[in-house]
């Protein structure tokens, strides 16, 4: 079959199509983002993808929702329609912690406001039902992850059906979609049913759901009436979907909405080194498309940076990422990292700084697991909470090397790590951090202890405190043996649930014996389908223990204010002054 992977970009109008010598599309891509023809955004990714492998595939990018007539530029594509809200959840986007609008939305031309919709995967679904009647549509991205079942919305502050009922779409994918998203467009080029494919949801009618055969290896969650009824059922499900998200162990799930099933198959397993390989290095010309004449600021961020790592192994309470990218890490081969450093060097734009080589964190390339089948039984949340399995293992050696190697080439002129570190494995890992201190900070290095109350810390599924504390010493000790003025920029959270004023305390008292007035602040969100949003919603922790929750911006706004007060005497970006060593 032909592949298209040479052509520069995805077409976005018919000219374009044309001038490639397509007289139709078998795909069009929709997004909410503005297009960046960039491994660093999902939808690009999954472009080139289907490019390669020959479906003629287009993007309409970051375009007005409220008239189907706009989806038909290019005609109608052959085969299907892929549907992402970019490359985050569409209300995290639009809205604030605080329910408010941002005052930019980084993922659009010139940071502009209002050029997506609130709920963009069902107002894109739904648009382009009406457009291409009879055309199966296709959900994925970040937004399909996470909101694949029943799940709370915080901006609404209600429980909301599974994406696919609202969105009423054909199929959707969940995770990262590389293979899925091949599987499903080669069925539906041949007419074939999309039952079975890993990394997938459906939702079956009335009639299907009746003679549906559930398999072993499936779980039940409580159903969307029962969530309804029951506020913990919402606590039951997240544990369920967590015990089903392990990429080894085949779990799938069923859940019941009325008389119709959502039947969500167990999750691909994580990518081999040697295929994130090969999807990093299809013909992306790195760049936004011609099109854009002005600042895409979430662009800006990555477009010296180069990706290496793929999933995280902390199963954090707060974030999302795991729900999305799984819990297993796949790290690309040095020698693909240092093709892709050749061709960006070579960039004519190319100024001599590679601004990051990470992932989910600085700090993971190189993880191993040691023996499958063990994974296979595994049961856990995080491979590294409450303590490190023993059956990972990311001593830090392969990046060590691979940075050595990238600093002997003389077009890079710095190299710097932007991703935040994970402390615990930092300790572990003090011959990687004593070259990364000496040669790899911009002078100030990024690290997420989120708390230092262990209370909240073992809620969030955080190591204790002290990972921070002998962790900051270290980086003292070692910035100053450098020779350099280098600082910490630590991340907390605030109003956390389980965290009252009380817990925050701990942290406001250790930022006014060191003077920091951190500039890297969280109030807490929710997140749908996360452990955290769920106990939110409910009042509960994972065990069924009551915890106190801040709710309302009038609740929250105490801890708010304790983490972003000006200290007497800081410097605003001095985190590390002599005064607090």
Same mark, same amino acid.
């Given at each position: ?13 018919? *000219? ?7 007289? *139709? ?57 892929? /549907? ?20 930019? %939305?980084?993922? /659009? ?78 069925? &539906? ?35 969307? *009436? ?13 544990? &369920? ?19 119709? &099933? ?75 990292? &240092?093709? %892709? ?22 700090? /993971? ?39 050595? *190697? ?60 002290? %990972? ?78 009551? /915890? ?34």
């Amino acid at each position: 079959m032909t592949s298209y992977d040479h052509v520069p970009y995805l077409p976005t109008c018919r *000219e374009e199509m044309e001038a490639f010598g397509w007289d *139709e599309l078998d795909v069009l891509l929709l997004t909410g983002d503005a297009y960046v023809d960039h491994p660093s955004f999902g939808v690009s990714l999954i472009g080139r993808i289907l490019l390669a492998a020959g479906f003629r595939t287009g993007i309409i990018a970051q375009f007005p929702w409220q008239d189907p007539e706009v989806l038909k530029v290019m005609g109608t594509p052959r085969v299907g329609v892929g /549907i992402s809200s970019g490359n985050l959840d569409s209300m995290v986007n639009i809205y604030t912690a605080g329910r408010r609008k941002r005052r930019e %939305d980084a993922y /659009i031309e010139n940071g502009e406001i209002g050029k997506r919709p609130p709920h963009a995967l069902v107002v894109y679904s739904q648009l382009a039902k009406r457009a291409f009647p009879g055309v199966p549509v296709v959900l994925g991205g970040l937004e399909a992850s996470m909101r694949r079942v029943t799940h709370y919305d915080y901006w609404q502050d209600k429980l909301r059906f599974p994406v696919l009922v609202d969105a009423k779409a054909d199929i959707l994918i969940y995770g990262m979609g590389e293979r899925p998203i091949l599987e499903i467009f080669n069925r &539906l080029r041949n007419h074939e049913d999309l039952a079975g494919i890993p990394g997938t949801v459906r939702l079956l009618g009335k009639k299907a759901a009746e003679t549906f055969t559930v398999p072993e290896n499936f779980l039940e969650l409580p159903s969307h *009436e029962e969530h309804l009824q029951r506020k913990s059922a919402l606590m039951d499900s997240t544990k &369920l979907v967590e015990l089903a998200s392990n990429q080894h162990a085949n779990r799938g799930l069923i859940e019941r909405v009325g008389d119709r &099933l959502l039947v969500v198959e167990p999750p691909q397993p994580p990518l081999t080194g040697a295929e994130l390989d090969r999807v990093n290095e299809l013909n992306f010309s790195r760049k936004p498309h011609p099109k854009y004449k002005q600042r895409i600021p979430a662009f800006e961020t990555i477009r010296d940076s180069i990706p290496a790592v793929r999933g995280c192994p902390g199963g954090c309470a707060f974030c999302g990422l795991v729900a999305h990218q799984g819990r297993g890490v796949t790290s690309r081969s040095e020698e693909s990292i &240092l093709r %892709d450093i050749e061709k960006l060097t070579a960039d004519k734009d190319f100024r001599g700084t590679i601004s990051d080589i990470g992932g989910a964190a600085g700090n /993971i390339y190189g993880s191993v697991i040691k023996d499958i089948e063990r994974c296979k039984q595994c049961r856990r949340s995080s491979c590294l909470w409450p303590l490190p399995c023993s059956n990972f293992s990311c001593d830090g050696k392969r990046l060590l090397a691979l940075l050595r *190697e990238i600093r002997k080439n003389p077009r890079v002129k710095h190299l710097y790590i932007n991703s935040g570190m994970r402390l615990d494995l930092a300790n572990q890992q003090k011959e990687l951090f004593r070259e990364i201190i000496r040669y790899h900070v911009s002078g100030h290095m990024k690290v997420a202890p989120e708390h230092l109350n262990d209370n909240v810390l073992k809620l969030m599924r955080k190591n204790p405190a002290e %990972d921070f504390y002998v962790f900051k010493k270290f980086f003292e000790q070692e910035s100053r043996a450098a020779g350099k003025e280098q600082y910490l920029i630590p991340l907390f959270i605030s109003n956390f649930p389980g965290c009252t004023e009380r817990e925050m305390k701990t942290v406001d008292d250790f930022l006014n014996l060191h003077n920091w007035s951190p500039q890297q602040v969280q109030d807490y969100i929710p997140l749908p389908m996360t452990m955290g949003g769920a106990m939110y919603y409910t009042g509960l922790t994972s065990d069924g223990k009551p /915890i106190e929750v801040n709710r309302g911006l009038a609740e929250r706004r105490t801890q708010i204010n304790m983490l972003k007060k000006k200290r007497h005497g800081a410097r605003p970006r001095n985190y590390n002054n002599k005064k607090g060593r």
